[in-house]
């Protein structure tokens, strides 16, 4: 239904900032960032909705990662700053259909992902 492409992920120092992109191709409704280290279940970062804008946020980043959404560009956005070790994963854009998602199940698809590791 749609695709998702990622990109942004490097190689950053501790306390060091990366921005991520995410292009979709089709209609989304909500659109999230999703990460996983090795050996881990895939975790929530962050969404947000198309039509109110409203943001959601693991509290592992919340105050440091900031979500936002162009919805002309059918594109989301992830500023990372003051990056840790523990940020350190393959982030994954996610797409669903409904307005207000944060759930893995609830996002029907997914990019490729793109590799985030911050140095310590």
């Known amino acids: 239904q749609v695709q998702l492409v990622e990109s942004g992920g490097g190689l950053v120092q501790a306390g060091g900032s990366l921005r991520l992109s995410c292009a979709a191709s089709?209609?989304?409704?909500?659109m999230g960032w999703f990460r996983q280290a090795p050996g881990k279940e895939r975790e929530f970062v962050a969404a947000i909705s198309r039509s109110s804008g409203s943001t959601g946020y693991a509290d592992s980043v919340k105050g440091r990662f900031t979500i936002s959404r162009d919805n002309a560009k059918s594109s989301v956005y992830l500023q990372m700053n003051s990056l840790k070790p523990e940020d350190t994963a393959v982030y994954y854009c996610?797409?669903?259909?409904?307005?207000?998602?944060?759930?893995?199940?609830?996002?029907?698809?997914w990019g490729q992902g793109t590799q985030v590791t911050v140095s310590s």
């Open positions: 089709g209609r989304t409704l909500c």
């Open positions: 996610a797409a669903a259909l409904k307005e207000y998602a944060a759930f893995p199940a609830d996002f029907n698809s």
